[in-house]
């Protein structure tokens, strides 16, 4: 009796502990796991929408879906999908599957949440354009409207089953749409209507199929588009539709003040989507006399619809600037799954745990891009932006390509690329150029104030590239006060950008155009120029050393190190601090690979680099996102779109969350994001969190311990205090996999986390870890 009292008296307080613990973590609820992704696309700009088991819309990059309780799931390289960038979708009712077509010709069929892919076209070495218009589905089979012809895609073997190439004279030839019609295949191509009978011949054989434009009617002119209404055939040429009755064609509708953008069955009816050169836009449905029964026009709703579906009395539009709505009656709603604007290129940072990213850009050749897009704002989870489309004074401020955080009251500091310098305080804009501050207009564009880098000193100073102008170097000091410095150098283009501030509170400037690195101390006044010093840093031996004067990128380490990314890999300055008075020539890591050693990135160009709270490296190339080790000699990671959901390769900006040790990576295509494994320490033990936790039955994922103090050590012991393992935290988390010192599972139960701190050697229970049987 006694032994089952005591067994009661253990589940009691197991059960106590699991709930105790679920409700104190109930807060991290949103925090990924260790080595997940996540995605952060654009999802306004919808070009297709198709009925299935559910609702599917394709957007420029990705696809959403909407259930029957109006449950939106988005899908992605993140949830398994092979590819980025939709041209269009197609569903098939025999096997309840989504086709997807990619703009690279790639195609993945998705049923439920299995994705299976047919890789054949794009890995084919047939030239011309494989580029996938539009899918027919039929009977298992899904039809494929190519610029090379019709491709069929079996969907029950995944695979190719035939390819019919049916231009003139047997010749490639682009082909809009497709589909069969009362035992016939109709194929919209360039060259006309083209029909062939479904069963009895070789579809392949181009002389099989007939072309019935510039016959019956039908004029001899491309034709953009075929589909069934009402058991009656439809052709769009142009904009104007043609009917198929009594063996002839007839023009049915035609609106020269109206183009057509897409044309589509809804039931007896015909869907319209018209969009004029104005950019007024419409979708109209047309009964079987191409009378207009209704019209569907909401300016900054509809603005340019792609495609339109009917179901069950509802019109869903996919319109590439407003995303996909549903009208019925004389309402609707919209269905934007939570994204930015688009891709951006710009600095991202953080603050208080919100991170702001410039959307803007330039070319290769520093000239802006006329980008609208403004600031993306990523705060609690949710997107939202702020620029010309909604901010009227901010109507002339594009290209905002550079951010500082302001620690003294959470504000933000902007740059547009000749819009001059922004200052955004919640609701509170103010822009600085001409006439309130010392910007000036780069030579030979007087209109144009280019602020090009930002950043802050010890001194809470805003320093200011200001690229292209005389004097290109800008503070605006804590005072408030504006003062303008030429840099005493001869640069190409005056060409200044990045600004970072080293531990001796000095200024290492990035010169692009193939100029260097500038490193400036301003000594004891800023407004006293008397004890000023400048030094270039260049390639060569005495010079700075650098791989290259063409210098993309600059990060300061936790050593107080500067490291340089050129388009020729990295160098490191390791006497920043003490550079005026013993300067030294920037050295190249030596990384060891295979069984060759090479200088880091040698080769490479270096686009960004962020450090991690281990003092690791995450570095942004033109061939994917790197983690190297503190000292970088040696790769820990290497993410490329072949073995990652990267959407592409060239990796523009990264930054991390310090809190959660989130990694974003900002490409040409848009953000992903990748809970890393290192976050910042912090100088004591008091805030530690464990995700997840409890740790659910079967999870086989990394356990996350955040909020340790610095490189601290931590140990995980069982409740009799025997130690089950031990690590060093990467910064301020450390990382368990759930194993003991023979790499079992551990039995579940709870788990003491013990904190060692590395400074005071003094040990304490930090937190508990629950793990639930089933792992």
Same mark, same amino acid.
């Not at 879906?65 to 390289?77: F, L, M, T």
């Not at 060409?495 to 101390?521: E, F, H, M, R």
């Not at 592409?648 to 900006?653: A, H, W």
């Not at 003991?740 to 937190?767: F, H, M, P, W």
């Given at each position: 009796?006694?032994?089952?009292?005591?067994?009661?008296?253990?589940?009691?307080?197991?059960?106590?502990?699991?709930?105790?613990?679920?409700?104190?973590?109930?807060?991290?609820?949103n925090l990924q796991p260790i080595?997940?992704?996540?995605?952060?696309?654009?999802?306004?700009?919808?070009?297709?929408?198709?009925?299935?088991?559910?609702?599917?819309?394709?957007?420029?990059?990705?696809?959403?879906?909407?259930?029957?309780?109006?449950?939106?799931?988005?899908?992605?390289?993140?949830?398994?999908?092979?590819?980025?960038?939709?041209?269009?979708?197609?569903?098939?009712?025999?096997?309840?599957?989504?086709?997807?077509?990619?703009?690279?010709?790639?195609?993945?069929?998705?049923?439920?949440?299995?994705?299976?892919?047919?890789?054949?076209?794009?890995?084919?070495?047939?030239?011309?354009?494989?580029?996938?218009?539009?899918?027919?589905?039929?009977?298992?089979?899904?039809?494929?409207?190519?610029?090379?012809?019709?491709?069929?895609?079996? $969907?029950?073997?995944?695979d190719i089953k035939d390819t019919?190439?049916?231009?003139?004279?047997?010749?490639?030839?682009?082909?809009?749409?497709?589909?069969?019609?009362?035992?016939?295949?109709?194929?919209?191509?360039?060259?006309?209507?083209?029909?062939?009978?479904?069963?009895?011949?070789?579809?392949?054989?181009?002389?099989?199929?007939?072309?019935?434009?510039?016959?019956?009617?039908?004029?001899?002119?491309?034709?953009?588009?075929?589909?069934?209404?009402?058991?009656?055939?439809?052709?769009?040429?142009?904009?104007?539709?043609?009917?198929?009755?009594?063996?002839?064609?007839?023009?049915?509708?035609?609106?020269?003040?109206?183009?057509?953008?897409?044309?589509?069955?809804?039931?007896?009816?015909?869907?319209?989507?018209?969009?004029?050169?104005?950019?007024?836009?419409?979708?109209?449905?047309?009964?079987?006399?191409?009378?207009?029964?209704?019209?569907?026009?909401?300016?900054?709703?509809?603005?340019?619809?792609?495609?339109?579906?009917?179901?069950?009395?509802?019109?869903?539009?996919?319109?590439?600037?407003?995303?996909?709505?549903?009208?019925?009656?004389?309402?609707?709603?919209?269905?934007?799954?939570?994204?930015?604007?688009?891709?951006?290129?710009?600095?991202?940072?953080?603050?208080?745990?919100?991170?702001?990213?410039?959307?803007?850009?330039?070319?290769?050749?520093?000239?802006?891009?006329?980008?609208?897009?403004?600031?993306?704002?990523?705060?609690?989870?949710?997107?939202?932006?702020?620029?010309?489309?909604?901010?009227?004074?901010?109507?002339?401020?594009?290209?905002?390509?550079?951010?500082?955080?302001?620690?003294?009251?959470?504000?933000?500091?902007?740059?547009?690329?000749?819009?001059?310098?922004?200052?955004?305080?919640?609701?509170?804009?103010?822009?600085?150029?001409?006439?309130?501050?010392?910007?000036?207009?780069?030579?030979?564009?007087?209109?144009?104030?280019?602020?090009?880098?930002?950043?802050?000193?010890?001194?809470?100073?805003?320093?200011?590239?200001?690229?292209?102008?005389?004097?290109?170097?800008?503070?605006?000091?804590?005072?408030?006060?504006?003062n303008a410095f030429a840099i005493?150098?001869?640069?190409?283009?005056?060409?200044?950008?990045?600004?970072?501030?080293?531990?001796?509170?000095?200024?290492?400037?990035?010169?692009?155009?193939?100029?260097?690195?500038?490193?400036?101390?301003?000594?004891?006044?800023?407004?006293?120029?008397?004890?000023?010093?400048?030094?270039?840093?260049?390639?060569?031996?005495?010079?700075?050393? $650098?791989?290259?004067?063409?210098?993309?990128?600059?990060?300061?380490?936790?050593?107080?190190?500067?490291?340089?990314?050129?388009?020729?890999?990295?160098?490191?300055?390791?006497?920043?601090?003490?550079?005026?008075?013993?300067?030294?020539?920037?050295?190249?890591?030596?990384?060891?690979?295979?069984?060759?050693?090479?200088?880091?990135?040698?080769?490479?160009?270096?686009?960004?680099?962020?450090?991690?709270?281990?003092?690791?490296?995450?570095?942004?190339?033109?061939?994917?996102?790197?983690?190297?080790?503190?000292?970088?000699?040696?790769?820990?990671?290497?993410?490329?779109?072949?073995?990652?959901?990267?959407?592409?390769?060239?990796?523009?900006?990264?930054?991390?969350?310090?809190?959660?040790?989130?990694?974003?990576?900002?490409?040409?295509?848009?953000?992903?994001?990748?809970?890393?494994?290192?976050?910042?320490?912090?100088?004591?033990?008091?805030?530690? $969190?464990?995700?997840?936790?409890?740790?659910?039955?079967?999870?086989?994922?990394?356990?996350?311990?955040?909020?340790?103090?610095?490189?601290? $050590?931590?140990?995980?012991?069982?409740?009799?205090?025997?130690?089950?393992?031990?690590?060093?935290?990467?910064?301020?988390?450390?990382?368990?996999?759930?194993?003991?010192?023979?790499?079992?599972?551990?039995?579940?139960?709870?788990?003491?986390?013990?904190?060692?701190?590395?400074?005071?050697?003094?040990?304490?229970?930090?937190?508990?870890?629950?793990?639930?049987?089933?792992?």
């Amino acid at each position: 009796m006694r032994q089952y009292f005591k067994y009661f008296l253990r589940l009691s307080f197991l059960v106590y502990s699991l709930f105790a613990i679920a409700t104190a973590i109930t807060a991290q609820s949103n925090l990924q796991p260790i080595g997940y992704w996540r995605e952060h696309f654009n999802y306004q700009n919808t070009t297709t929408v198709v009925q299935g088991n559910k609702l599917y819309c394709a957007t420029q990059n990705n696809v959403f879906s909407i259930d029957a309780e109006q449950n939106v799931e988005r899908y992605s390289k993140v949830t398994g999908l092979n590819d980025v960038g939709v041209s269009t979708i197609g569903w098939d009712n025999t096997t309840q599957q989504l086709v997807i077509a990619y703009n690279n010709s790639n195609v993945d069929v998705l049923k439920g949440s299995i994705v299976t892919n047919i890789s054949d076209i794009l890995r084919s070495n047939i030239s011309g354009n494989k580029s996938i218009n539009s899918i027919f589905c039929n009977a298992g089979l899904a039809y494929l409207s190519s610029g090379l012809g019709i491709i069929v895609a079996n $969907l029950q073997s995944y695979d190719i089953k035939d390819t019919w190439i049916i231009g003139n004279n047997g010749n490639q030839v682009n082909i809009n749409a497709c589909l069969l019609f009362n035992q016939q295949f109709y194929a919209a191509t360039d060259e006309g209507l083209k029909t062939a009978p479904a069963i009895g011949l070789n579809l392949a054989n181009y002389s099989n199929w007939n072309n019935i434009s510039g016959t019956n009617g039908l004029p001899a002119l491309p034709v953009n588009n075929v589909i069934a209404a009402n058991n009656t055939l439809y052709a769009q040429i142009q904009n104007s539709i043609y009917v198929l009755q009594n063996n002839n064609w007839s023009l049915w509708y035609n609106d020269s003040n109206w183009p057509i953008t897409k044309i589509e069955p809804a039931g007896n009816n015909l869907l319209v989507c018209q969009r004029t050169a104005t950019g007024n836009s419409r979708v109209i449905t047309l009964n079987n006399t191409a009378t207009i029964i209704n019209t569907i026009a909401v300016p900054n709703v509809i603005s340019f619809p792609k495609d339109a579906i009917m179901v069950n009395n509802t019109t869903w539009i996919a319109d590439y600037y407003g995303g996909l709505s549903a009208f019925n009656n004389n309402s609707y709603q919209r269905y934007i799954p939570n994204g930015p604007l688009g891709p951006a290129s710009g600095d991202m940072v953080f603050n208080n745990q919100t991170l702001y990213v410039a959307a803007g850009s330039v070319n290769a050749a520093w000239n802006y891009q006329y980008n609208r897009n403004g600031i993306y704002i990523l705060q609690d989870g949710s997107w939202s932006d702020i620029g010309a489309f909604n901010t009227p004074i901010l109507d002339s401020t594009l290209d905002f390509i550079t951010l500082a955080a302001d620690k003294r009251d959470g504000s933000i500091w902007a740059g547009s690329y000749g819009g001059g310098l922004v200052h955004i305080n919640n609701n509170n804009i103010q822009i600085f150029k001409q006439s309130n501050s010392t910007l000036q207009p780069a030579i030979g564009d007087p209109t144009s104030y280019r602020v090009s880098g930002l950043a802050f000193d010890a001194n809470n100073n805003l320093w200011i590239a200001n690229y292209g102008a005389p004097q290109n170097l800008q503070v605006l000091q804590n005072n408030g006060s504006f003062n303008a410095f030429a840099i005493p150098f001869s640069l190409t283009e005056n060409a200044v950008s990045q600004i970072v501030i080293d531990d001796a509170n000095q200024l290492w400037i990035v010169s692009p155009k193939n100029n260097g690195l500038i490193c400036y101390n301003y000594g004891n006044s800023i407004t006293a120029t008397n004890d000023d010093q400048w030094r270039m840093l260049q390639s060569g031996v005495g010079k700075g050393n $650098l791989p290259s004067n063409n210098v993309y990128c600059l990060a300061k380490d936790k050593n107080g190190f500067i490291w340089v990314g050129t388009d020729n890999g990295i160098g490191v300055v390791q006497c920043a601090a003490n550079y005026f008075q013993q300067p030294c020539d920037a050295v190249w890591p030596v990384i060891q690979q295979d069984q060759f050693a090479g200088y880091l990135f040698q080769g490479q160009q270096v686009q960004c680099i962020a450090v991690d709270g281990a003092n690791r490296k995450w570095v942004g190339t033109n061939n994917g996102a790197w983690l190297v080790s503190a000292e970088g000699d040696k790769i820990i990671q290497h993410f490329t779109v072949s073995n990652s959901p990267l959407p592409d390769n060239n990796v523009q900006k990264i930054s991390i969350e310090p809190t959660t040790g989130e990694v974003f990576i900002s490409t040409f295509t848009g953000i992903m994001s990748y809970r890393g494994t290192a976050t910042e320490g912090s100088s004591t033990n008091d805030s530690v $969190l464990v995700f997840p936790n409890p740790v659910p039955p079967g999870y086989t994922g990394t356990i996350a311990i955040r909020g340790v103090a610095e490189n601290a $050590l931590v140990k995980i012991a069982d409740l009799s205090g025997r130690l089950v393992y031990q690590t060093q935290a990467l910064g301020g988390q450390a990382v368990w996999n759930g194993l003991n010192y023979k790499g079992e599972k551990v039995a579940s139960g709870i788990y003491l986390v013990l904190i060692r701190d590395q400074v005071t050697g003094q040990e304490k229970l930090a937190t508990k870890i629950v793990i639930i049987s089933g792992r």
